[in-house]
């Protein structure tokens, strides 16, 4: 039975499985919205003086970087170079005040469980009773570093929370 109306609806019905097989590169240049996955990441959350900081280091451009394999003595990047790129982080952002005399920094070796290494700088300040946590700096093996950023993480303590507009009118309780 090949009706007009049979005929129609064979066409749409092969119109929906083609565009549900369809690559999502063709499924996004027909217009249709592509599902994109999340970008991997690490994040590293502190405080410092009041301020809140974090520090998220994208997985694609941890990949980018040079890797540091079994068969090589030394990683790409040596903790000096490490240690100096951080600290041109620390004396720009000034973390814990300008004048804040900080302890020798600790320098680990972290990896994302592929091979990709990188660097972590922590600093922590001189006088610990008023400034209770130490700073991250992710320093990559090419000797860039991520820059923290200031923020508030929902479900972190510490930091300081935006302030919420009240609307005209509402009462303050």
Not at 33 to 62: C, F
Not at 63 to 83: F, G, I, Q, Y
Not at 87 to 92: C, L, P, T
Request: hydrophobic letters at 35%.
């Amino acid at each position: 039975m090949n009706t007009p109306i049979t005929q129609k609806m064979a066409l749409i019905l092969s119109l929906v499985v083609a565009t549900c097989l369809a690559p999502p590169a063709l499924v996004a240049q027909t217009g249709a919205q592509a599902h994109e996955e999340p970008t991997p990441e690490i994040s590293w959350n502190t405080d410092a003086n009041g301020k809140h900081y974090v520090t998220t280091l994208k997985i694609s451009r941890l990949v980018a970087t040079p890797n540091w394999t079994d068969s090589d003595e030394h990683p790409p990047l040596s903790p000096r170079k490490a240690l100096a790129a951080a600290r041109k982080v620390i004396d720009e952002l000034e973390p814990y005040g300008k004048d804040a005399q900080l302890n020798s920094p600790t320098l680990k070796l972290r990896d994302d469980s592929s091979g990709h290494w990188f660097w972590v700088v922590y600093f922590s300040p001189n006088d610990f009773r008023r400034f209770q946590s130490t700073f991250p700096v992710v320093v990559l093996m090419d000797g860039s570093t991520v820059q923290p950023a200031r923020g508030y993480k929902k479900g972190f303590g510490g930091g300081v929370q935006p302030k919420l507009e009240q609307s005209k009118g509402a009462r303050a309780k």
